[in-house]
Each structure stands twice: as structure tokens, then as C-alpha cells.
């Protein structure tokens, strides 16, 4: 998790009453909400309402998400070109899901206007990575700025609104997590801390600065989605009325290009490019870097046979120095089982290269990855035979 954060007004010790006069129908206080994860054992946060969270005035059905995970005849490798996807919908109804599993599913998102209304994930922390785009995520805990490059980390149970600057154009990959998506437990120390030999500090991971207080007594639909369930929730005020809180579960923002590579002689293996990780999958990003520098290194990855895993890479930007045909918002998957490697002509052309500017984000999951059918349309049918000359 980011680490313990406090922003604006909180009593003397948690579970005191928080005075506040008159406060909601006289009562003279402040509400706490506990906000927790793991039940109570896991992370918390303890946040301060001008009235009580609970107030639910309606509870409609709004809808289901269908299930669009297909069947494959053959085990193969995919090539998906994602850059030219419609805009369609709202930064949540917009999102254009592409694979799956258990513990993982991806979506891709192009908006072609503002969010709707509020939204709440029930059953998935959110990683939002944001291609193109800059604006604001606003949730209880404050107003957090975001940009190009950034990934935002929305916990599971975040009321939040995406809200995006009028220019460029928004572009996103949307990863959700069944299980609680984190920083990976051995950049810590004992004591919580991420070591000195981690690639980024706490210094890069960027939560809300103030809080954002909305005193507003006006109905207010939440679209809330657990599975494949949408439920439309309508509260009796604006659920943004806190005045403070504090913890360590809060959505934050992490910039890729605020990534340390670590580099070596020769070519380090994928885990030192990993960002975060969940249950059954982790997160890697591959930023700008130095290339090996021993003489005789070969600058673009072996090939390797999977083990236990589905790669997925998303092409973010510059030239990929081991791989031909791929363009910006490209995916490949490489499934277990098969080996891949560096494209015919690549450990050559890329003899002289002292640095590479890609970038890229990087999916590794255990359980194996399902296409929707609106992947398969996508799909480049010859990728599997592009290692022939
Ligand atoms: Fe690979």
C-alpha cells in the first residue's frame, strides 16, 4: 500500500467523537467511516463525514456486464492493434474489455465524453494507466491530479469520477484486480518502507493534497458493479463530504517515467521491471533504460519459453527494439507453453544501441488468459508466424 497519509480535520484518537457543531440534525459531530481491506486485519483508512455514509434513499438494477470471455481452437500467440478503437461512452461505460481470467481482466478505454455519473468497482482495485490524458480523479479522499503517463491506483469500494482536461483526447488501459493490487513485498523493508534498492520511493507515489469537501443535501447516484451486477445506488447527499481522514488506503498516483531501470552487463530478467502486483498476476513496466553494456552482450531479450505464465505486453511508445510490426496501444500475449523471442533481424540491428526509449507495460499472470471476442476481431491471424524471415 502507499504509505500512512493524513489530510485535513481529525479528533485526538480514532474512534473518539469528532465535534462539530451543530453537525448533522444536532447531533455535534463529525461520522466516522472505517474504510478497511483483508476484512479488518488489512490496510484501513478512518475518514470523517459531515453526515452519515449510509444514507441510501433507492436501490435500482441497472443492468449486467455480459460475460465476453471466448474459446480458442489452438494455443497461439495474439497480436492486437488497439491505437484506432472508437471512442465510445463515458471513461466507465466506454471501457472495451479484451482478456481475462480469474484474478485479472483488461479492458482498453477511448472516451468519447465526460463521466456520467458516480462509479464504484466492489469486487476489483483499479489500475488505471493513462495513455493520453490529463484531469483529475475526484473520490472522498480529495482531488487528485493526474497526467499523461501516469498509473492510478483506485482500492476497491472507491466512489470516484474521472474527470478529464478538455485536451488531448483521453486514452486508456484499465487492469482490474480481484485480489488487492499493492506494491510488490520484497521492495520493503521490515519496517514497511520501500529500500533503498527498490525502483521508485515513496517520494513518487502521489495521493491527494487536500481534501475536497462537498456539502451538498441532493440525491446522488453511484453506479456500483460487483461481477457482472450493475446496481445503481442513490444517496441521500453528495457521499464527498469529508472533512479528513487518515491511512494508508487511498487512490494514489504512480508516473511511469518516475521508474528506475536497473540495467546490468548483461540482459536482467523481467521481475526487475516489476511495478506492482495482485494475486495471480504482477505489473512491470519496461521504461526508457540504458541497454547491457558488456561488449559482447545481445541487447534485446533471449528467447524464453513461459513457464507458469501468460506475458502480455501494451506498447506504449518509442521503437521496440526486439519486436517488428508493433505500433503504439499494440498488445501482444504470449501464452505458456510455447517459446518467443526477439523478431528475426533484431539482435543485429540493435548491436550498436546504447539506449532505447520504449516504453511499455508489462501483464504476467499465473492462470491463463481468455480473449473477449472483441480482442479476437483485432487479432493479427499471421503474428504466431512472424519469426520467419
Ligand atoms: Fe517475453
Known amino acids: 500500500m502507499p504509505p500512512y497519509l493524513?489530510?485535513?480535520?481529525?479528533?485526538?484518537?480514532?474512534?473518539?467523537?469528532?465535534?462539530?457543531?451543530?453537525?448533522?440534525?444536532?447531533?455535534?459531530?463529525?461520522?466516522?467511516?472505517?474504510?478497511?481491506?483483508?476484512?479488518?486485519?488489512?490496510?484501513?483508512?478512518?475518514?470523517?463525514?459531515?453526515?452519515?455514509?449510509?444514507?441510501?434513499?433507492?436501490?435500482?438494477?441497472?443492468g449486467t456486464l455480459p460475460s465476453e470471455l471466448g474459446d480458442e481452437p489452438t494455443l497461439r500467440h495474439h497480436h492486437l492493434k488497439t491505437r484506432s478503437i472508437p471512442r465510445a461512452g463515458d471513461p466507465i461505460s466506454g471501457r472495451l474489455a479484451l482478456m481475462g481470467n480469474e484474478d485479472v481482466a483488461v479492458s482498453r478505454c477511448r472516451p468519447l465524453k465526460p463521466q456520467e455519473e458516480l462509479y464504484r468497482n466492489a469486487d476489483a482495485d483499479e489500475l488505471i494507466f493513462v495513455h493520453h490524458g490529463s484531469g483529475t480523479l475526484r473520490t472522498m479522499f480529495g482531488p487528485l491530479p493526474f497526467r499523461d503517463l501516469d498509473y492510478i491506483v483506485i482500492p476497491r469500494s472507491t466512489t470516484y469520477r474521472l474527470e478529464f482536461d478538455p485536451a488531448p483526447e483521453a486514452d486508456l488501459l484499465v487492469i482490474e484486480a480481484r485480489g488487492s493490487l499493492t506494491v510488490p513485498a520484497r521492495?520493503?523493508?521490515?519496517?514497511?518502507?520501500?529500500?533503498?534498492?527498490?525502483?521508485?520511493?515513496?517520494?513518487?507515489?502521489?495521493?491527494?493534497?487536500?481534501?475536497?469537501?462537498?456539502?451538498?443535501?441532493?440525491?446522488?447516484?453511484?453506479?456500483?458493479k460487483d461481477g457482472c451486477r450493475l446496481t445503481r445506488y442513490t444517496m441521500a447527499a453528495h457521499p464527498f463530504d469529508v472533512v479528513g481522514?487518515?491511512?494508508?488506503?487511498?487512490?494514489?498516483?504512480?508516473?511511469?517515467?518516475?521508474?528506475?531501470?536497473?540495467?546490468?552487463?548483461?540482459?536482467?530478467?523481467?521481475?526487475?521491471?516489476?511495478?506492482?502486483?495482485?494475486?495471480?498476476?504482477?505489473?512491470?513496466?519496461?521504461?526508457?533504460?540504458?541497454?547491457?553494456?558488456?561488449?559482447?552482450?545481445?541487447?534485446?531479450?533471449?528467447?524464453?519459453?513461459?513457464?507458469?505464465?501468460?506475458?502480455?505486453?501494451?506498447?506504449?511508445?518509442?521503437?521496440?527494439?526486439?519486436?517488428?510490426?508493433?505500433?503504439?496501444?499494440s498488445f501482444t500475449l504470449h501464452p505458456r507453453g510455447i517459446p518467443h523471442g526477439p523478431h528475426p533481424g533484431t539482435i543485429v540491428a540493435s548491436r550498436d544501441a546504447l539506449w532505447t526509449d520504449e516504453l511499455a507495460v508489462m501483464i504476467d499472470t499465473v492462470r491463463p488468459l481468455r480473449l473477449t471476442r472483441a480482442a479476437m476481431i483485432r487479432d493479427d491471424a499471421s503474428y504466431p508466424l512472424s519469426w520467419m524471415d
Open 187 to 224: 521492495y520493503r523493508n521490515d519496517d514497511g518502507q520501500l529500500k533503498l534498492g527498490a525502483p521508485y520511493s515513496e517520494r513518487d507515489l502521489h495521493g491527494p493534497r487536500e481534501t475536497g469537501v462537498v456539502d451538498l443535501e441532493e440525491e446522488t447516484p453511484i453506479l456500483v
Open 6 to 62: 493524513r489530510l485535513g480535520s481529525l479528533p485526538r484518537k480514532r474512534h473518539l467523537a469528532h465535534t462539530h457543531e451543530p453537525g448533522f440534525k444536532g447531533e455535534g459531530i463529525y461520522y466516522e467511516e472505517v474504510v478497511t481491506q483483508a476484512g479488518f486485519s488489512g490496510p484501513y483508512s478512518i475518514v470523517y463525514h459531515l453526515r452519515p455514509p449510509t444514507r441510501v434513499v433507492r436501490i435500482e438494477p441497472a
Open 245 to 329: 481522514w487518515d491511512g494508508m488506503v487511498y487512490p494514489y498516483t504512480f508516473n511511469a517515467e518516475d521508474f528506475e531501470p536497473i540495467t546490468g552487463r548483461v540482459h536482467q530478467p523481467p521481475p526487475v521491471q516489476q511495478t506492482f502486483e495482485a494475486p495471480g498476476f504482477v505489473v512491470c513496466t519496461f521504461a526508457p533504460r540504458m541497454l547491457d553494456t558488456d561488449r559482447e552482450a545481445i541487447k534485446v531479450p533471449y528467447a524464453h519459453s513461459n513457464v507458469q505464465a501468460d506475458e502480455v505486453l501494451y506498447y506504449v511508445r518509442g521503437r521496440f527494439g526486439s519486436r517488428r510490426g508493433v505500433e503504439e496501444s
